[in-house]
């Protein structure tokens, strides 16, 4: 059974950072792009970035292109998504997902910007 | 704001059928397949339809996706009250070089 678990959400001050991260288990991680999905309260869903299975590729939405960085550890099926220069606007829930498309995700972690 | 536009909502009669649309460009649903998402509240989303019109296993065939053009649609016929959800179309923009997803439409059941 596929399951990825995100953790290290949290209250960060705005210019602060944090790092999340996604433990994935249930299937090869090595063989998937992964990606970082993102939604505000009360708004829709917003994609951030994605990393090809060898790391070799990523890529990034242009509103946090600069300030975030995703990058994987295959040998501890971990995703992670390093996050500096945070704004208010960056509040939100982030869920990562198995695939270009996303077909499972993880129940996501809470983020929220704010002094 | 989003590149793919989805009527805010839509809503039916249990065993009505009901239709969102997606519509987008020729950079993204114009080259790429489309995904469908749904989304109860306070839960993550899971995908239903990928490719256009492949359900994932386990997805009712009341649910259906086609594609024409530049444009998209989820159909959902035989309305039942578990379908109250929202639901977002998905695709690779080629221009953006980024993945998009659609504003989303609350489907409501009468």
């Known amino acids: 059974e596929v399951q990825l678990v995100e953790s290290g959400g949290g209250l960060v001050q705005p210019g602060g950072s944090l790092r999340l991260t996604c433990a994935a288990s249930?299937?090869?991680?090595?063989?998937?792009?992964m990606t970082w999905v993102r939604q505000a309260p009360g708004k829709g869903l917003e994609w951030v970035a994605n990393i090809k299975g060898d790391g070799s590729e990523k890529y990034y939405v242009d509103s946090v292109k600069g300030r975030f960085t995703i990058s994987r550890d295959n040998a501890k099926k971990s995703l992670s998504l390093q996050m500096n220069v945070l704004r208010a606007e960056d509040t939100a829930v982030y869920y990562c997902a198995r695939g270009v498309i996303g077909d499972s995700w993880g129940p996501g972690a809470q983020v929220i910007v704010s002094s | 704001q989003s590149v793919l536009t989805q009527p805010p909502s839509a809503s039916g009669t249990p065993g009505q059928r009901v239709t969102i649309s997606c519509s987008g460009s020729?950079?993204?649903?114009?080259?790429?397949?489309i995904n469908w998402y749904q989304q109860f509240p306070g839960t993550a989303p899971q995908l239903l339809i990928h490719?256009?019109?492949q359900r994932l296993s386990g997805v009712p065939d009341r649910f259906s996706g086609s594609k024409s053009g530049t444009s998209a649609s989820l159909a959902i016929s035989g309305l039942q009250s578990e379908d109250e959800a929202d639901y977002y179309c998905a695709t690779w923009d080629n221009s953006l070089n980024a993945f998009v997803f659609g504003t989303g439409s609350k489907v409501t059941v009468l």
């Open positions: 490719s256009d019109n």
């Open positions: 020729s950079s993204n649903i114009g080259t790429d397949t």
């Open positions: 249930g299937f090869t991680f090595s063989n998937y792009w």
